[in-house]
């Protein structure tokens, strides 16, 4: 056999030496390539994520993309997969470059083929960089100009939707197991859940809600509304919708078009419904809940899954629902039962005394094994430490006679429940909190009452809380009271609104309220009815021979238009209306106050109330009169005839001229709010000037700091609530008195113009420490930053809210806050951290909650290491640049219950360790609707004859017939406030002031001249 023998002659080590460096010299260039388009493929990621949002946006208007925007996705998703391989490619060059499999043998056998190698594929790499770096490049540019707009309105969708698909159950061990492995088992959509009341359905449907929280892999959206008794479809649909931010649903659809509404929108997508408590059938298919007539020949694993959970009393509801898998939650067992109860009582009690054990087992025998009942009892028990206190237990929940003399109830259920309610209500303090357990039942059924707005002012104004020197001191029984009802599980806390750090409203479970009305009803045989409507849309009152003898008549959240003429006294026995949160604009009669002569609490706030009658003046046994929320520009001279008047709420109106005397001689008069109105009219300082009342009157009030002086002088007056706008630059300079801080609960200080630097200084050598303060709200500091000087006060201060201040860099100071709880930041432009300075290494921060929104340049909350032991709740919305959260795993040890924020801000984090991700991914909540869903009131700020109007608020002026009732509501109340202000700064067509509009509520930052509305507008 031949050989090809070669000799070469040369420098072998050289040749290999300058060889590498070609092939470095060849890897370099494509790898510099590479760079450069993984660069511009992440602007056209973040892009085409921007993209996706506005298409979320715009699908909750009704709109779908257009064709030109998925076709320019599609393109993004190939071009991603297109760059991959080029990764790819490169990276398996560099391994064959640094391995052996270039080198090859320099002798070859005779006859052999040469081996020739594949030239280095740097070149091809580097030709198909540049070609997709110019594809990337020409996407950026379409994406600038050619997409506008982003979405259009569809064609109209065909409205035929087909039934979701029934599959035979299967059964797991316990209900909740049962449910979800049915549920990922894609057997069956539609699953009741039913049982007696007081059983435990709400609990099993809850804990459903909770792992498909933290298991978001089945659901796009997992939705939660309560299907009360006589609620109405029409209020479930807009739940929905409320829940989803969905906009396109009008007060003014039919249920049949809502219910296309929400299909369009749920179409493509998967959706658990959890519905609580259902008394009746429903259409699911007019709550957004079925399949499209396209879908009807796909294969069942290739369906959206629509999957409806629901509770009811009656295995009736689970049969006309069609429910194909039916659970009944029974009855706990004995032994069940005994676990339950100790539980919920003081186990060293129990331990204690062996015939206090014996007591407490025959106890929770008479509970039957439910729940409710079992629960309610224990915790009627707790602290009751005598072997008598418990055996009397047992006597009064066994004595038929001491909880049947008067009651009719025929369900088994039912005298179980009450037996259990009835000793929790004779185990109550007092009367005191025994008259607000009643109270609570006037609300409707499953209605969340806000503790501070409704509540403890409801029991207030009905006497029950009586025996106090200033407003504070009532909320603050009002607060030990709650506490009593929850403890007892009279009561039970709703759910946590999003950007607060506990639930401000709490309710009552039906079965308790059921209860409770059967007492407020028999209570010494008076027969004492009461009648409730709540959202029901009434558009007029009931019949009056439906409530012509009842003592207390709620009508809440409904649309009526006009109260009817009635005669004088129709109402005799009347003493408690409330018409809270009407509309359109409620009209009243003048016969209405003589037709109820024995009122003594009456709420007509939020009715959008004009004008009030001067037949007030005949409710001359009124003692609570709330008007908050109206558009009243002038108060009748019969309201200062109301001479046993305790309590006048006039929060948010429009008030021009109140009539010499009016306040004056309210003699009886203990707590006036007139906040939220600025600039305060005149008369009023007149008025409180003259105050000479039997009380000290707890104020809250709007004013500019330049009237500061005057509310120190105020005789016999303390500051609950107080809003300064148009301070000076000097917080320590203004002139703090006793009477306005002593009792100052709740502060805001906004609209500063002018100054570099805001001084705060509360601290002993200031004469005040402001001892009560609870919350401080700083709100459009245009120029300021905030200095908080060592030594400061504040010491009991809970809640600080920061918004709008352009200027501020950070808030180190925070840290000086020994009890905040909560720290809401919003809207500032220029801060790029929250805590520069930490301080010592071991610092902490003991806040609860932490919020942070619109806030372009901020890139992290504290450089240093600091510590958050009392963590629950962070949201995050709007800061694009916040890339790193400073605290790691030990957070979800602590008390870490969740964070809020949009999963593209989530998924772009940076992390030293990403198992702290995976530690943190479970508390993780998608926030995408935090904004749309909060509640918001139209600005206006007045300063130095320049109004200044966001263009939020800007754009209601602009509201036409059809729009939605939210934005309707809103624009009245901006209109009557505008008018309002433009008389009293005395505005006339020569001196023509600007409104201006704030850049930072939107892009749209042009000037808003006055002239440019019609004197109809106003």
């Known amino acids: 056999m031949a050989f090809i023998k070669l000799n070469l002659n040369v420098d072998v080590n050289s040749c290999l030496s300058g060889l590498w460096a070609s092939l470095q010299l060849a890897i370099g260039r494509p790898k510099t390539a590479i760079k450069k388009l993984e660069k511009e493929m992440a602007r056209l990621r973040g892009k085409r994520n921007d993209i996706k949002n506005q298409i979320s946006e715009a699908e909750r208007e009704g709109k779908i993309p257009t064709n030109e925007v998925n076709q320019w996705l599609q393109e993004v998703e190939e071009l991603e997969?297109?760059?991959?391989?080029?990764?790819?490619?490169?990276?398996?060059?560099?391994?064959?470059?640094?391995?052996?499999?270039?080198?090859?043998?320099?002798?070859?056998?005779?006859?052999?083929?040469?081996?020739?190698?594949?030239?280095?594929?740097?070149?091809?790499?580097?030709?198909?960089?540049?070609?997709?770096?110019?594809?990337?490049?020409?996407?950026?540019?379409?994406?600038?100009?050619?997409?506008?707009?982003?979405?259009?309105?569809?064609?109209?969708?065909?409205?035929?939707?087909?039934?979701?698909?029934?599959?035979?159950?299967?059964?797991?061990?316990?209900?909740?197991?049962?449910?979800?492995?049915?549920?990922?088992?894609?057997?069956?959509?539609?699953?009741?859940?039913?049982?007696?009341?007081?059983?435990?359905?709400?609990?099993?449907?809850?804990?459903?809600?909770?792992?498909?929280?933290?298991?978001?892999?089945?659901?796009?959206?997992?939705?939660?509304?309560?299907?009360?008794?006589?609620?109405?479809?029409?209020?479930?649909?807009?739940?929905?919708?409320?829940?989803?931010?969905?906009?396109?649903?009008?007060?003014?659809?039919?249920?049949?078009?809502?219910?296309?509404?929400?299909?369009?929108?749920?179409?493509?997508?998967?959706?658990?419904?959890?519905?609580?408590?259902?008394?009746?059938?429903?259409?699911?298919?007019?709550?957004?809940?079925?399949?499209?007539?396209?879908?009807?020949?796909?294969?069942?694993?290739?369906?959206?899954?629509?999957?409806?959970?629901?509770?009811?009393?009656?295995?009736?509801?689970?049969?006309?629902?069609?429910?194909?898998?039916?659970?009944?939650?029974?009855?706990?067992?004995?032994?069940?039962?005994?676990?339950?109860?100790?539980?919920?009582?003081?186990?060293?009690?129990?331990?204690?005394?062996?015939?206090?054990?014996?007591?407490?087992?025959?106890?929770?025998?008479?509970?039957?094994?439910?729940?409710?009942?079992?629960?309610?009892?224990?915790?009627?028990m707790l602290g009751k430490k005598s072997w008598e206190l418990w055996k009397d237990a047992l006597h009064q929940i066994r004595d038929k006679h001491e909880w049947t003399s008067t009651i009719d109830l025929s369900e088994e259920d039912s005298v179980v429940m009450y037996k259990a309610f009835k000793l929790s209500y004779d185990s109550l303090e007092n009367d005191s909190i025994r008259e607000c357990l009643l109270c609570c039942a006037l609300w409707p059924e499953d209605y969340e009452i806000h503790k501070f707005k409704e509540l403890i002012p409801c029991w207030i104004g009905c006497g029950i809380i009586r025996e106090f020197n200033v407003i504070n001191e009532a909320f603050t029984k009002g607060c030990s009271h709650l506490e009593a009802l929850m403890a007892a599980s009279l009561l039970e806390h709703s759910s946590r609104r999003p950007n607060y750090y506990e639930a401000e409203h709490v309710k009552m479970h039906d079965v308790i309220r059921d209860m409770a009305l059967l007492m407020f009803s028999e209570l010494k045989g008076n027969r004492r009815k009461s009648i409730v409507k709540a959202g029901f849309g009434l558009h007029n009152l009931p019949r009056q021979e439906e409530w012509q003898e009842a003592e207390r008549a709620l009508f809440i959240e409904n649309q009526i238009v006009s109260l009817p003429e009635y005669e004088a006294s129709s109402f005799p026995k009347l003493s408690m209306l409330i018409l809270f949160f009407n509309y359109p604009p409620l009209n009243i009669p003048r016969s209405l106050f003589t037709s109820m002569p024995r009122l003594t609490y009456l709420d007509l706030s939020k009715c959008f109330i004009i004008e009030l009658p001067m037949e007030i003046g005949s409710l001359t046994e009124l003692q609570y009169l709330n008007l908050s929320y109206n558009t009243i520009t002038s108060l009748p001279l019969e309201l200062g005839c109301l001479g046993k008047l305790e309590y006048l709420l006039l929060r948010d109106n429009c008030l021009k001229t109140v009539p010499n005397g009016i306040i004056s001689n309210l003699l009886m008069l203990k707590w006036l709010d007139i906040s939220q109105q600025i600039p305060v009219c005149e008369q009023w300082w007149d008025e409180l000037v003259h105050f000479r009342g039997c009380h000290q009157l707890s104020l809250e009030i709007s004013i500019y700091a330049t009237d500061l002086k005057r509310l120190n002088m105020l005789p016999n007056v303390s500051v609950r609530n107080l809003a300064m706008s148009g301070l000076s630059s000097n917080f320590q300079m203004l002139q703090w008195s006793l009477r306005v801080t002593d009792n100052l609960e709740c502060l805001t200080i906004s609209n500063v113009w002018k100054g570099d630097q805001l001084m705060v200084n509360a601290g002993v050598d200031c004469e005040s420490n402001f001892k009560c303060l609870k919350t401080l709200n700083f709100k459009f500091l245009y120029q300021l930053k905030i200095n908080w000087v060592d030594g400061v006060g504040f010491n009991n201060l809970r809640d600080l809210y920061i918004s709008n201040c352009y200027k501020l860099k950070d808030v180190s100071w925070v840290l000086q806050l020994s009890c905040l709880n909560l720290l809401s930041i919003l809207n500032c432009q220029e801060m790029e951290e929250i805590i520069s300075n930490v301080g010592s290494s071991n610092s902490s921060f003991g806040i609860k909650m932490l919020g942070l929104s619109k806030m372009d340049n901020l890139q992290r909350i504290a450089y240093q290491p600091l510590h958050f032991p009392y963590l629950e709740y962070i949201t995050v919305s709007y800061c694009p640049r916040l890339k790193k959260l400073p605290f790691g795993a030990e957070t979800v040890k602590n008390r870490l219950k969740e964070i809020q924020g949009g999963p593209n801000w989530w998924d772009d984090l940076d992390w030293d360790d990403h198992r702290i991700k995976d530690s943190l991914t479970p508390y993780f909540r998608d926030g995408s609707n935090l904004l749309r869903q909060e509640k918001w009131q139209p600005t206006l700020i007045v300063e130095d004859h320049i109004i200044w109007l966001p263009a939020l608020s800007r754009r209601l002026l602009r509201c036409k017939p059809g729009d939605s009732d939210d934005d309707a509501n809103a624009s009245l109340s901006l209109r009557t406030r505008l008018a309002s202000t433009y008389q009293q700064l005395d505005i006339d067509d020569d001196g023509l002031r600007t409104v201006h509009a704030d850049a930072d509520y939107s892009d749209d930052a042009d000037a808003y001249d006055f002239a440019d509305t019609d004197d109809d507008d106003l």
């Open 81 to 380: 997969g297109q760059v991959a391989d080029i990764n790819q490619d490169f990276q398996s060059m560099i391994s064959c470059f640094s391995c052996n499999c270039f080198s090859f043998s320099l002798t070859q056998e005779a006859g052999d083929q040469v081996p020739i190698r594949e030239p280095s594929n740097g070149c091809s790499i580097i030709r198909r960089v540049v070609k997709k770096l110019g594809e990337a490049n020409e996407l950026m540019s379409r994406a600038s100009i050619v997409l506008d707009p982003i979405a259009t309105v569809g064609p109209p969708e065909p409205t035929v939707m087909l039934p979701i698909v029934h599959r035979p159950p299967v059964g797991i061990e316990s209900y909740v197991e049962d449910i979800v492995g049915y549920i990922d088992g894609g057997e069956g959509s539609i699953i009741g859940i039913y049982g007696m009341g007081g059983v435990g359905k709400t609990t099993v449907l809850k804990s459903v809600q909770r792992h498909y929280y933290n298991h978001r892999i089945i659901f796009d959206h997992v939705i939660w509304v309560v299907a009360s008794k006589d609620c109405q479809l029409k209020r479930l649909q807009m739940e929905i919708a409320r829940t989803l931010g969905l906009n396109t649903l009008q007060e003014s659809d039919d249920e049949a078009t809502c219910g296309d509404k929400l299909f369009s929108y749920l179409k493509n997508k998967n959706c658990l419904l959890l519905l609580d408590d259902s008394c009746e059938y429903l259409n699911l298919q007019l709550l957004g809940m079925a399949h499209s007539a396209t879908e009807q020949g796909q294969q069942q694993h290739e369906l959206r899954r629509k999957v409806v959970v629901f509770t009811t009393r009656s295995e009736i509801v689970c049969a006309r629902m069609e429910a194909e898998k039916k659970i009944k939650v029974k009855c706990l067992d004995q032994d069940q039962a005994w676990q339950l109860f100790k539980e919920n009582v003081d186990g060293d009690v129990l331990s204690s005394d062996r015939g206090i054990n014996s007591c407490a087992q025959e106890i929770a025998k008479e509970c039957a094994g439910l729940p409710l009942a079992l629960i309610t009892v224990a915790r009627a």
